[in-house]
């Protein structure tokens, strides 16, 4: 085995690069939404408000006046975790695309819903975290019958699918950024914040 590394020093590297380009290379066939002259052009108005449903801003704006119309401390407890996980979401999601700084695919149409600084990188998706992290989130705290829970699993699988088809994302994008929101609601669950552990924050409301 030693002799065989000694032979083959960059095994590694070449995995990883072969790795990148059939990422590349799906991702590229997989953006048929990507432009009006894509292949599946027609279906991009429809790609664009899927995009929108996992965007970050309507997520928050409407757990904010949940929050403030919402008479019920139950209900105040439940969405002010959703908040707290909406907000570490977004913090996470900014800091390992500012570290990795993979640019979005060439054939991507820059024209995003309300974007940052860092969203001109594509590595997590946000999207696809955001609707890991929400799907966990509802199912776990909402009591839904099984069609309404099925069709929750389905928009956030749609969520991550519209990233590619867009050209938002690469493939390995997505798929690692539904495995960090599903990883980041047990850091939710584990830091969930109660009357008990924080009474002054929930002082406020």
């Not at 975290?129 to 699993?153: D, I």
Request: with cysteine.
């Amino acid at each position: 085995e030693e002799d065989c590394m000694k032979l083959n020093p960059s095994f590694l590297g070449i995995a990883l690069s072969s790795l990148l380009a059939v990422d590349l290379w799906a991702s590229k066939r997989l953006g048929v939404c990507a432009g009006e002259g894509s292949a599946w052009g027609s279906a991009r108005p429809l790609m664009k408000v899927i995009e929108v449903s996992g965007h970050g801003i309507p997520w928050l704006l409407g757990t904010c006046y949940g929050l403030c119309q919402s008479g019920s401390s139950a209900v105040r407890e439940v969405l002010l975790n959703l908040l707290f996980a909406l907000l570490l979401d977004l913090v996470l999601v900014a800091v390992v695309k500012g570290l990795v700084k993979r640019r979005r695919p060439t054939h991507n149409k820059m024209d995003m819903f309300v974007t940052i600084s860092v969203d001109k990188y594509s590595f997590p998706s946000g999207h696809a975290t955001r609707a890991a992290l929400v799907c966990r989130f509802v199912l776990h705290h909402l009591v839904l019958a099984v069609p309404l829970r099925v069709l929750v699993v389905l928009w956030a699988l749609i969520v991550g699918v519209s990233r590619v088809m867009l050209g938002r994302h690469n493939v390995t994008d997505v798929l690692f950024g539904l495995l960090l929101g599903y990883a980041l609601y047990s850091v939710v669950e584990y830091c969930w914040l109660s009357p008990l552990s924080a009474p002054a924050l929930f002082a406020l409301w």
